[in-house]
């Protein structure tokens, strides 16, 4: 990647680290005013929010108390435990508490252990942790490709996103699912990433959302796009990708018309650059 100017490099150090700064305050948030610890297993796992326990209130799957809920008490890890997961998505998809329905599975996780899987729609609302994996790509004359989401997206449309960004599912490796949203979001295959750098955690995100709870690890990989490849989206929900210099892209940044998630990963993305000199 060639060295660029952007402006003095002392009020750039300042400006980012400020607006990294910003970012970040917005992106610890308390639980949601009367939210419960959930327990799943006899692990603390999330925090549900009081519409999905008054969803869940006399199913019999979880015992409410004042400050805990324990789902399914007494069932272990397995697939009667999944079973009773998949029973709660149902019940709150039919309590008006979930935003759409995506028919794909995510882990439930305690730390490091695994607990289950349950429907993607239903993590925020029990305020479950997820893992993201976005891709910071660059041009060899060091702009940064984005992408514009689709009007059609449930969350964020329209605004500026990282090129690549999506969550991992059940039991998939975060090394193949970036290879798996490069392809669907960019269509960038994996000899086109010949030079990624491994996926970095940057934060976990703690932040209130309508439906619930945003518990989410930022990961990032970053790689600078062979001259000539052109990112292009494939599945739908990508309207507009560009690749722009970096005073640009902050000023987007700033003007808030990043998602929260995609601001955090650019702006880091853009300091450790700067301190490997490869931008000022």
Partial sequence: MQTI????????????????DRLGARAHELPPQLARPLYLAGHCCGWMTHAACD???GTGLAEIEPDAVRLAPGLQPGPRLDAVLAD????????????GWRDELLDVMAGDVRLGAIERAAVR???LATKAV???AWTPDGRLWIARRSLSKSTDPGMWDTLVGGLAGSNEDLDLALERECAEEAGLDPHHLHAREPLRTILRMHRRLPEGYQVEDLLVSTCVLDEGVRPANRDGEVM????LPVEDVLRC???EEFTLEAALVVVEDIIQQRARGRIR
Avoid: F, K, M, W
């Avoid at 709660?88 to 008006?96: E, F, K, S």
């Fill in 5 to 20: 100017a952007v402006t003095d490099p002392t009020e750039q150090a300042s400006r980012l680290a400020q607006l990294y």
């Fill in 55 to 57: 969803a869940l209130r």
């Fill in 88 to 99: 709660v998505a149902q019940i709150l998809r039919d309590a008006n508490c979930l935003r």
């Fill in 125 to 127: 609302p029990l305020g």
């Fill in 134 to 136: 976005h891709l910071n």
């Fill in 240 to 243: 507009e990708i560009v690749a």
């Fill in 253 to 255: 940044v700033e003007a």
